[in-house]
């Protein structure tokens, strides 16, 4: 990540454990998007423990990097929008 914004000069990373509240926002995605997809397969289509513990294992691999990113711009903003600089 870039440390500040080329648009408005915003420092992105403002102390240290700045980001932290992210972590929780992205497990809240994490949730949100593989747990359906667990229950389905575990509910509807009824197949094995193992299989969807690899599903889900290889949903939550290809996630995490976009989650990444996405749960910053999300803590970003609700930052901005609580205690605007």
């Known amino acids: 990540m870039s440390e500040s914004c080329s648009v408005c000069g915003l420092r ?7 980001f932290l509240g992210a972590m ?3 497990y809240g ?3 949100v998007t ?16 193992a ?3 690899s599903i889900a294992l290889a ?8 989650f990444f ?4 711009v999300i803590w970003l903003h609700a930052d901005q929008l609580l205690d605007p600089r």
């Open 51 to 53: 299989v969807i513990l």
């Open 12 to 18: 992105f990373l403002r102390e240290a454990g700045y």
């Open 24 to 26: 929780y926002i992205s």
């Open 59 to 66: 949903q939550t691999l290809l996630s995490v990097p976009l």
């Open 34 to 49: 593989i747990l359906p997809v667990a229950v389905a397969l575990a509910v509807v289509a009824e197949w094995h423990l």
């Open 69 to 72: 990113r996405y749960s910053r």
């Open 29 to 31: 995605l994490g949730v």
